[in-house]
């Protein structure tokens, strides 16, 4: 009984080693090889499995050279597989190399693209780069008093330079109630301004300009404040002009802030979003709420300042050669009283330019209008 | 702002200007007085030349027609085919050649001309009149030129005088006037500044000749008067009549001219009256009487308000103070004796009068008086006008006279020549400084460090230092700025949580795959009314504008709603789907202030989501696209609303759409359009938009925390809960953290089963649980207890059993 146990477990093993060898040369794939693998060495009843279970039922002085065997023939088989197995994957790689190429002009899935819009992408273009030259971006109301938009500003009504900003007004009725409310409640007044200040009637503001005023009434010196946003104007629309439209506002007031500084600043700026070596230009102009007043233009980043572009005018500056970007200066002494600014002591300048303006520079849009008629194909494009 | 012409010319006369036109221009410009352009009158003149009728003969074959033989230089002889009464041999006039272009006699167009026949005779190019020029109105006969203009030169070259067209700021009234911006000019170039010729004006009129009276001092601070005799009415010298049409006016008399002349010089409006017409042989400036009328220049009989100035005789009003002169005093040809009218008017009470009348475009005297023009100018334009009267009326002067109660002083400036470094950052050479105030007629006196200065007489506009400063920076150059980066002290930054919030919120929504929009945030108060079914408002009253460019702008969007429906539906038109998003501002009233501009992010899903190609099958945006993007700005930033959810929003799909509410206030609203609303908008039933309120969001704003990664193997357990066709799916999961609380890593819903194996009124929810502990290995056991108590609290609380 015990001999014949014994014999089964030893028995042929060295033929059963040879019968594995046979037929794991003969496994044409990794499959084949896998069920070899399963027969010889499977967990449940592999051919050597079952020998090496039934070990334990031999007499204990015939285990450890029946277990030694055993593990021999398993260390065989499994190396035989694992060389097998290279072998195999090594040709199914030659095969998947040299058989498996796709061709890669089909398109793929569609992948559905967002983009920004080509006003939201320049408002933060705007802002990063005044951000390096230490302008902190802050926003403001759009629907405005008077007093904010106009009188602060050395603009009071009657005041010809309000031609500059036809106005689109709140409506009366809606307003009455609001500036009756106003006055019971004496609530619409400036922070840090008297209580009894008339704030004026209620009106869409025509720039960015009234949130100079509001910056210098929260805060004190040194100042360095960037304010983009919608504005409004009442104005025929064209080309180039919008009755909404988006500006950028800048601030920046020390004691020593002077109009090279305002130059420095806008001439940083226009490199950073024209690129290249920009040439800036001054000249005089007029608002009423800053005194030097200057126009700034930079010289046409497409022809490079010739106004011709192969031979003929230059679309971008029509021919000019120059870009008219901003208008600015340093802030009118009455302004900086009006919000508790010493003028013997504070100096600074302010700025305000077009974003659509901008917008359309740095895509080639050839009309403003197309910002915000919000034609997909348009927006796809840009 | 206020445009002027000024032909270069007559700036010549006054300025030592050299250079062309274009440089003079550049100069100008670059020195604050901006060109808009520069027109010339030879522009269009190509292939039109200075002509002499060489022959003038009939045509043979008509009596109207005449033969002209035109000799044009080196030879060269056309012969045209004219049928103008003026011509006559010998005569000198502009003459155009086929290819050139002209205006249309009889018509307000341009053309071409050709070699055209006419009753068989061609005619090769044509002679010209005025108008076919562009040089005026007359077409009734050629322009006939000068018999000294050199024959054979093109016309542009004896004619052709370029007028600068100029864009003035309204702080400079006194460049309204040729003389201002020869005197701009002059500083500019540094050559001298010529003052036109004036007459010596004798300020002693004979009071039963002529008073003035100011009866209204707030709105005439100065009323000076002349009065002319001997008076000849004709037409104004030809070179007046020319730089009159260069400058835009019409010519109509030597009286009319020469005023409208000196106030293109100066800037002074005048006005001349018939002095045998005026009652009482006075000029008053006074408030208009209640119930005064008068007819004015253009014909219109007008009521007068008693707030409006008005210069009258003894009588009656003569004519609105600044603005437009009255019928019955005009000028007549028989005309001998005049009155001159020569005031400075408050400029805003001018302003307030000119546009209740609906006069301020066309009034050239109202443009002029609305701004701040200097009194000084009064006397200064009589004695021009008197003695351009003078010269070209025959006119002699009898006296003048004027009032000026108060007198306007000039300011005297007090600086420092640091001021100037001070403000523009460069150091000038002070004689550089003093120069250009010197050569714009400022008075000046220095001590030490200071300077004081006075402006020109003429200059309202300079009163204190940094007007100054800009003055000499103006002349010696804005070039002169250095560029320099400011090293000042940098002040400290706030945070601005709104707007972070936003921005993220765009680069998700981006992220997603959607597109930005911007839409005009003024929008059509109809929109409003089109966005429920029964046209029930979802918004609050929009705030209406006074005064709106159109009702498609007349209200501020109290949604993004309308903008987002309408940008679609015209998308529509020319694609199959589209996927928007928009953030803005809505405007909410608000009693008392201004309105509360809600910061909102919406964005809206319609039509084809994904198109058929060879790997994607064709399918529609639908609920569950909007559920994954609301899902996916959660996981993200955790907008995840908290707060009381309802179903049903206006102007949605009843039981289709959901909305957060904190207070009354919905922070997240979504769902599928009202199909209803979907048609009136033409838009395809599956629309989907959603809107998200970011200020409530940001209050309660819970930003995801950082997870470490597990440690220790998760168990996957699928399990199928069989529940009410009623309970949503919402309760299941809820029910499901509960009771598994923090083991519970993940669930996905794997799918979502009705049929006969859960029988009638009841579905299948198979649920993927991701489970594992922070702390150890979950044991087999552990996981089969851990699921034994969802099944158990599921099948308590819901009613759910275990399927299968």
Same mark, same amino acid.
């Given at each position: 009984?015990?001999?014949?146990k014994?014999?089964?477990?030893?028995?042929?093993?060295?033929?059963?080693a040879?019968?594995a060898?046979?037929?794991?040369a003969?496994a044409?794939?990794?499959?084949?090889?896998?069920?070899?693998?399963?027969?010889?060495?499977?967990?449940?009843?592999?051919?050597?499995t079952?020998?090496?279970?039934?070990?334990?039922?031999?007499?204990?002085a015939?285990?450890?050279?029946?277990?030694?065997?055993?593990?021999a023939?398993?260390?065989?088989?499994?190396?035989?597989?694992?060389? %097998?197995?290279?072998?195999? @994957?090594?040709?199914?790689?030659d #095969?998947?190399?040299?058989?498996g *190429?796709? /061709?890669l =002009?089909?398109?793929?899935?569609?992948v559905?693209?967002?983009?920004?819009?080509?006003?939201?992408?320049?408002?933060r273009?705007?802002?990063?780069?005044?951000?390096?030259?230490?302008?902190?971006?802050?926003?403001g109301p759009?629907?405005?008093?008077?007093?904010?938009?106009?009188?602060?500003?050395?603009?009071?009504?009657?005041?010809?330079?309000r031609?500059?900003?036809?106005?689109?007004?709140?409506?009366?009725?809606?307003?009455?109630?609001?500036?009756?409310?106003?006055?019971?409640a004496?609530?619409a007044?400036?922070?840090?301004?008297?209580?009894?200040?008339?704030?004026?009637?209620?009106?869409?503001?025509?720039?960015?300009?009234?949130m100079?005023?509001?910056?210098?009434?929260? %805060?004190?010196?040194?100042? @360095?404040?960037?304010v983009?946003? #919608?504005c409004?104007?009442?104005? *025929?629309? /064209?080309? =180039?002009?919008?009755?909404?439209?988006?500006?950028?506002?800048?601030?920046?007031?020390?004691?020593m802030?002077?109009?090279?500084?305002?130059?420095?600043?806008l001439?940083?700026?226009?490199r950073?979003?024209?690129?290249?070596?920009?040439?800036?230009r001054?000249?005089?102009d007029?608002?009423?709420?800053?005194?030097?007043?200057?126009?700034?233009?930079?010289d046409?980043?497409?022809?490079?300042?010739?106004?011709?572009?192969?031979?003929?005018?230059?679309?971008?500056?029509?021919?000019?050669?120059?870009?008219?970007?901003?208008?600015?200066?340093?802030?009118?002494?009455?302004?900086?009283?009006?919000?508790?600014?010493?003028?013997?002591k504070?100096?600074?300048?302010?700025f305000?330019?077009?974003?659509?303006?901008?917008?359309?520079?740095?895509?080639g849009?050839?009309?403003?209008?197309l910002?915000y008629?919000n034609?997909?194909?348009?927006?796809?494009?840009? | 702002?206020?445009t002027?012409?000024?032909?270069?010319?007559?700036?010549?006369d006054?300025?030592?200007?050299?250079?062309?036109?274009?440089?003079?221009?550049?100069?100008?410009?670059?020195?604050?007085?901006?060109v808009?352009?520069?027109?010339?009158?030879?522009g269009?003149?190509?292939?039109?030349?200075?002509g002499?009728?060489?022959?003038?003969e009939k045509h043979?074959?008509?009596?109207?027609?005449?033969?002209?033989?035109?000799?044009?230089?080196?030879?060269?002889?056309?012969t045209?085919?004219?049928?103008?009464?003026?011509l006559t041999?010998?005569d000198?006039?502009?003459?155009?050649?086929?290819?050139?272009?002209?205006?249309?006699?009889?018509g307000?167009?341009w053309?071409?001309?050709?070699?055209?026949?006419?009753?068989?005779?061609v005619?090769?190019?044509?002679?010209?009149s005025?108008?076919?020029?562009?040089?005026?109105e007359?077409?009734?006969?050629?322009?006939?030129?000068?018999k000294?203009?050199?024959?054979?030169?093109?016309?542009?070259?004896?004619?052709?005088?370029?007028?600068?067209v100029?864009?003035?700021?309204?702080?400079?009234?006194d460049?309204?006037g040729?003389?201002?911006?020869?005197?701009?000019?002059?500083?500019?170039?540094?050559?001298a500044?010529?003052?036109?010729?004036?007459a010596?004006l004798?300020?002693?009129?004979?009071?039963?000749?002529?008073?003035?009276?100011?009866?209204?001092?707030?709105?005439?601070?100065?009323?000076?008067?002349?009065?002319?005799?001997n008076?000849?009415?004709g037409?104004?010298?030809?070179?007046m009549?020319?730089?009159?049409?260069?400058?835009?006016?019409?010519?109509i008399?030597?009286?009319v001219?020469?005023?409208?002349?000196?106030?293109?010089?100066?800037?002074?409006?005048?006005?001349?009256?018939d002095a045998?017409?005026l009652?009482?042989?006075?000029?008053?400036?006074r408030?208009?009487?209640?119930?005064?009328?008068?007819?004015?220049l253009?014909?219109?009989?007008?009521?007068?308000?008693?707030?409006v100035?008005?210069?009258?005789?003894?009588?009656?009003?003569?004519?609105?103070?600044g603005?437009l002169?009255?019928?019955?005093?005009?000028?007549?040809?028989?005309?001998?004796?005049?009155?001159?009218?020569?005031?400075?008017?408050e400029?805003?009470?001018?302003?307030?009068?000119?546009?209740?009348?609906?006069l301020?475009?066309?009034?050239?005297?109202?443009?002029?008086?609305?701004?701040?023009?200097?009194?000084?100018?009064?006397?200064?334009?009589?004695?021009?006008?008197?003695?351009?009267l003078?010269?070209?009326?025959?006119?002699?002067l009898?006296?003048?006279?004027?009032?000026?109660?108060?007198?306007?002083?000039?300011p005297?400036?007090?600086?420092?020549f640091?001021?100037?470094?001070?403000?523009?950052?460069?150091?000038?050479?002070?004689?550089?400084?003093?120069?250009?105030?010197?050569?714009?007629?400022?008075?000046?006196?220095?001590?030490?460090?200071?300077?004081?200065?006075?402006?020109?007489?003429i200059?309202t506009?300079?009163?204190i230092?940094e007007?100054?400063?800009?003055e000499?920076?103006?002349i010696?150059?804005?070039?002169?700025?250095p560029?320099?980066?400011?090293?000042?002290?940098?002040?400290?930054?706030?945070r601005?949580?709104?707007?972070?919030?936003?921005?993220?919120?765009?680069?998700l929504?981006?992220?997603?795959g959607?597109?930005?929009?911007?839409?005009?945030?003024l929008?059509d108060?109809?929109w409003?009314?089109?966005?429920?079914?029964?046209?029930?408002?979802?918004?609050?009253?929009?705030i209406?504008?006074?005064?709106?460019?159109?009702?498609?702008?007349?209200?501020?969007?109290?949604?993004?709603r309308?903008?987002l429906?309408?940008?679609?539906?015209?998308?529509l038109?020319h694609?199959?789907?589209?996927?928007?998003?928009?953030i803005?501002?809505?405007?909410?009233?608000?009693?008392?202030?201004l309105?509360?501009?809600?910061?909102t992010?919406?964005?809206?899903l319609?039509?084809?989501?994904e198109?058929?190609?060879?790997?994607?099958?064709?399918?529609?945006?639908?609920?569950?696209?909007?559920?994954?993007?609301?899902?996916?700005?959660?996981?993200?930033?955790g907008?995840?609303?908290?707060?009381?959810?309802?179903?049903?929003?206006p102007?949605?799909?009843?039981?289709?759409?959901?909305?957060?509410?904190?207070?009354d206030?919905?922070?997240?609203?979504?769902?599928?359009?009202?199909?209803?609303?979907?048609?009136r908008?033409?838009?395809?039933?599956a629309?989907?938009?959603?809107?998200?309120?970011?200020?409530?969001?940001?209050e309660?704003?819970?930003?995801?925390?950082?997870?470490?990664?597990?440690?220790?193997?998760?168990?996957?357990?699928?399990?199928?809960?069989?529940?009410d066709?009623?309970?949503p799916?919402?309760?299941?999961?809820?029910?499901?953290?509960?009771?598994?609380?923090?083991?519970?890593g993940?669930?996905?819903?794997?799918?979502?089963?009705?049929?006969?194996?859960?029988?009638?009124?009841?579905?299948?929810?198979?649920?993927?649980?991701?489970?594992r502990?922070?702390t150890?290995?979950?044991?087999?056991?552990?996981?089969?207890k851990?699921?034994?108590?969802?099944e158990?609290?599921?099948?308590h609380?819901?009613?759910g059993?275990?399927?299968?």
């Open positions: 009984m015990f001999a014949r014994e014999a089964y477990v030893a028995d042929d093993l060295s033929d059963l040879k019968r060898a046979r037929e794991i003969d044409a794939d990794e499959s084949a090889l896998e069920g070899v693998r399963v027969r010889y060495l499977g967990r449940k009843d592999g051919e050597l079952t020998r090496m279970k039934a070990v334990s039922a031999l007499p204990a015939e285990r450890p050279a029946a277990g030694a065997a055993l593990n023939a398993k260390a065989t088989i499994e190396a035989a597989i694992a060389d %097998r197995e290279r072998v195999l @994957r090594a040709a199914s790689l #095969r998947s190399l040299s058989g *190429a796709l /061709d =002009t089909l398109p793929g899935r569609p559905r693209l967002g983009r920004l819009h080509p006003i939201s992408r320049t408002i273009d705007i802002s990063r780069i005044f951000l390096g030259m230490g302008f902190e971006s802050v926003e759009e629907i405005e008093w008077d007093y904010y938009n106009f009188e602060a500003l050395n603009i009071p009504a009657g005041h010809p330079a031609d500059k900003f036809n106005t689109l007004w709140v409506a009366q009725d809606s307003a009455v109630a609001l500036s009756l409310a106003r006055t019971a004496g609530g007044t400036a922070r840090g301004g008297d209580a009894a200040r008339d704030m004026g009637p209620m009106l869409f503001r025509t720039h960015t300009s009234p100079q005023v509001r910056i210098m009434e929260q %805060r004190r010196p040194p100042i @360095r404040i960037i983009p946003g #919608r409004y104007r009442f104005e *025929a629309t /064209d080309a =180039t002009h919008e009755s909404v439209f988006f500006q950028y506002e800048g601030l920046a007031i020390d004691e802030m002077s109009m090279a500084d305002l130059k420095g600043v001439y940083s700026f226009a950073q979003i024209f690129g290249g070596e920009r040439k800036v001054f000249r005089p007029y608002f009423p709420f800053t005194e030097p007043s200057a126009e700034i233009a930079f046409c980043f497409v022809c490079e300042g010739t106004g011709q572009i192969d031979g003929g005018r230059c679309a971008t500056c029509a021919g000019s050669g120059w870009i008219e970007a901003a208008g600015c200066g340093m802030v009118h002494p009455d302004v900086l009283r009006r919000v508790g600014y010493d003028p013997a504070y100096q600074g300048f302010a305000g330019g077009g974003v659509d303006r901008l917008a359309g520079l740095l895509t849009t050839p009309d403003i209008r910002f008629q034609d997909l194909r348009y927006l796809e494009s840009v | 702002m206020p002027i012409r000024v032909p270069v010319s007559w700036l010549k006054y300025a030592d200007a050299h250079g062309p036109a274009d440089e003079i221009a550049r100069q100008l410009h670059m020195s604050g007085t901006e808009d352009r520069i027109e010339r009158p030879g269009g003149w190509e292939h039109v030349w200075v002499r009728i060489a022959k003038l043979p074959n008509a009596d109207k027609l005449l033969l002209a033989t035109v000799d044009y230089g080196e030879g060269r002889e056309k045209v085919v004219t049928g103008a009464p003026n041999e010998g000198v006039v502009p003459y155009a050649e086929v290819g050139a272009r002209l205006r249309e006699g009889h307000a167009g053309l071409t001309l050709e070699p055209k026949k006419m009753r068989g005779i005619s090769e190019g044509m002679v010209c005025e108008k076919e020029l562009g040089l005026g007359d077409h009734e006969g050629i322009l006939i030129l000068d000294s203009v050199k024959v054979g030169q093109p016309l542009a070259d004896a004619l052709g005088d370029p007028v600068l100029l864009e003035l700021q309204p702080n400079r009234p460049c309204m040729v003389v201002g911006v020869a005197r701009e000019l002059a500083a500019v170039q540094r050559v500044l010529r003052e036109p010729a004036m010596k004798r300020w002693d009129l004979d009071p039963d000749r002529l008073a003035v009276r100011i009866e209204d001092p707030e709105g005439c601070r100065r009323f000076g008067a002349a009065v002319l005799d008076v000849k009415i037409p104004s010298p030809k070179w009549q020319g730089r009159l049409i260069a400058a835009g006016m019409r010519p008399h030597n009286a001219d020469i005023t409208n002349y000196v106030m293109l010089e100066l800037g002074q409006p005048l006005h001349a009256y045998d017409h009652r009482g042989n006075v000029l008053v400036a408030r208009a009487h209640g119930g005064e009328s008068l007819r004015t253009d014909g219109v009989d007008r009521l007068l308000a008693p707030d100035l008005v210069i009258a005789d003894g009588q009656r009003s003569l004519g609105i103070a603005i002169g009255g019928a019955d005093s005009e000028i007549r040809p028989s005309t001998t004796r005049i009155a001159l009218e020569c005031a400075s008017f400029p805003r009470g001018i302003d307030r009068t000119a546009q209740k009348l609906g301020s475009q066309q009034s050239a005297a109202s443009a002029r008086f609305r701004l701040n023009l200097s009194p000084e100018l009064v006397p200064l334009a009589l004695a021009r006008a008197v003695q351009l003078v010269e070209h009326a025959g006119a002699t009898a006296g003048a006279t004027e009032v000026y109660p108060k007198p306007w002083h000039r005297n400036i007090k600086l420092r640091s001021d100037v470094t001070r403000i523009l950052g460069v150091e000038l050479p002070r004689e550089e400084s003093v120069d250009a105030l010197k050569r714009l007629g400022f008075q000046y006196a220095e001590s030490g460090d200071t300077f004081v200065v006075t402006p020109p007489p200059r506009d300079i009163a230092t007007d100054v400063v800009e000499v920076a103006r010696v150059g804005y070039d002169r700025i560029v320099r980066v400011p090293d000042g002290p940098l002040p400290l930054h706030e601005h949580p709104l707007e972070e919030l936003r921005e993220r919120v765009r680069d929504l981006v992220g997603f959607i597109q930005e929009t911007v839409s005009y945030s929008i108060p109809a409003l009314e089109r966005l429920a079914p029964d046209g029930a408002p979802i918004a609050p009253d929009p209406r504008l006074q005064n709106p460019t159109s009702v498609s702008q007349s209200v501020a969007r109290p949604t993004l309308a903008s429906l309408d940008t679609a539906a015209r998308n038109k694609r199959d789907g589209v996927a928007i998003f928009e803005s501002p809505v405007y909410l009233p608000r009693s008392g202030d309105p509360d501009e809600r910061w992010a919406a964005f809206l319609s039509g084809r989501a198109q058929q190609t060879w790997l994607t099958k064709p399918r529609d945006w639908d609920i569950y696209d909007v559920r994954s993007f609301i899902l996916g700005l959660d996981r993200a930033i907008i995840g609303p908290r707060g009381d959810r309802s179903t049903g929003v102007g949605l799909h009843p039981g289709r759409s959901v909305k957060v509410a904190i207070g206030r919905a922070a997240v609203a979504y769902g599928q359009l009202d199909p209803r609303v979907a048609e908008w033409e838009l395809p039933e629309t989907f938009v959603a809107e998200l309120d970011l200020h409530i969001l940001l309660d704003l819970q930003r995801p925390s950082a997870v470490v990664p597990p440690r220790f193997p998760a168990a996957l357990r699928d399990l199928a809960f069989v529940v066709e009623a309970l799916y919402g309760d299941l999961v809820a029910e499901v953290r509960g009771a598994a609380k923090d083991l519970l993940s669930v996905t819903l794997l799918d979502v089963y009705r049929g006969p194996q859960v029988g009638t009124g009841k579905k299948s929810f198979a649920l993927r649980l991701v489970l502990s922070q150890a290995t979950l044991t087999d056991a552990e996981v089969e851990l699921t034994s108590r969802i158990g609290r599921v099948l609380k819901l009613g059993t275990i399927r299968g």
